[in-house]
């Protein structure tokens, strides 16, 4: 495939303008998307290409994931705007309640295609009630596909797949890496949900991690590899379904194993690999699987203390030598 370098906000809209040409159900509602293009850009031209299809809606997320829901019940396939995921809050009961219910409830009659798309992530000094990563909350919700990229072809590649799936997807991308570059295909592609990848390939260690954290795990492991320890990164991609055939396959090559996600550490998705490693891998452990995440408090406006409260390439460093007992 011939490629070439685009940021992760184009990478999206260019997959959702590809889908909307594709099918006409497809269509965007949320707030301020047809005056500026979405807060982060991300919409930019699509509301003049496809007129009607861009809808700018009420502030009010329980409207608009609720029109959501009743637009996939009657056959539409809707991406819905959160603005930011922290505005997920004010929406819980159709997410959580219809939403990710309604297929099973009905004994398979009623199917939701529906995407809903988060922008998460602390890092933008946006203070406590715009800078969560709340990707947990909703692992823990059965029935609800959870999609979390870092790379501008993952973000076109998952992004395309979940418009087409015909169950409901939240889909976090991180609000730091919508101007992130990379080499994208320019041919149309589709990546499976439930696919992890592997970004640095190591023997030493598995650093198993997510959105923004995958750089900074490239950046330490590049860190350490000059006292001569060789850190495979696997970026998950998808948190449920999770790629546990990819875990295994690169656990039992490392025999340990460095969980690093920016969301707070106690009740993280990190526990739940944790836990899941611990019951069926642990033969194959020379030491306790390590966790890193950020401090249990609000993210403050502050930069400074915001960076003190999250995961830093600093600690990611200290972690894979308190693993490898370095």
């Known amino acids: ?37 979405g807060i982060f850009g991300q919409f930019i031209g699509l509301s003049e290409t496809y007129p009607g299809r861009i809808i700018d809606a009420p502030i009010s997320e329980t409207c608009i994931v609720g029109s959501g829901v009743g ?25 959580a309640n219809q939403m990710a219910k309604i297929r099973y409830m009905f004994g398979g009659q009623a199917k939701i295609p529906m995407v809903l798309w988060a922008p998460d992530g602390a890092g933008l000094s946006a203070a406590a009630q715009h800078s969560q990563s709340l990707e947990s909350w909703f692992v823990h919700t059965p029935g609800l596909k959870v999609v979390v990229p870092s790379e501008p072809a993952d973000v076109k590649g998952l992004i395309k797949t979940a418009i087409r799936d015909d169950d409901p997807v939240i889909f976090f991308q991180h609000k730091r890496l919508f101007a992130q570059t ?61 790629d546990f055939d990819l875990i295994s396959e690169s656990v039992k090559k490392t025999n340990n194993v460095l969980i690093v996600h920016e969301a707070c550490l106690t009740g993280g998705f990190g526990a739940e690999i944790a836990a899941k490693i611990g019951e069926e891998l642990f033969d194959h452990l020379d030491a306790p699987v390590t966790r890193i995440g950020a401090k249990d408090v609000p993210i403050p406006f502050s930069p400074v203390m915001e960076e003190f409260v999250l995961p830093q390439v600093s600690d990611i460093v200290e972690g894979i030598k308190k693993v490898l007992n370095r």
Do not use: W
């Open 182 to 242: 990379g080499p994208v295909p320019e041919e149309e592609y589709l990546i499976p949900i439930g696919s992890a990848a592997v970004k640095r390939e190591g023997s030493d260690i598995t650093i198993l991690t997510y959105s923004r954290m995958t750089y900074m795990c490239l950046e330490a492991a590049d860190q350490v590899a000059g006292a001569g320890i060789n850190a495979e990164v696997v970026d998950l991609r998808t948190l449920k379904p999770l």
């Open 71 to 95: 637009a996939a019940l009657t056959g539409m396939r809707p991406i819905v705007d959160m603005h930011f995921a922290d505005f997920v809050t004010t929406g819980m009961d159709e997410i």
């Open 1 to 37: 495939m011939s490629e070439r370098e685009i940021s992760c906000s184009s990478a999206l809209a260019e997959a959702m303008a590809e889908e909307m040409e594709r099918d006409e159900t497809v269509f965007v509602i949320g707030e301020d998307l047809t005056a500026h293009g």
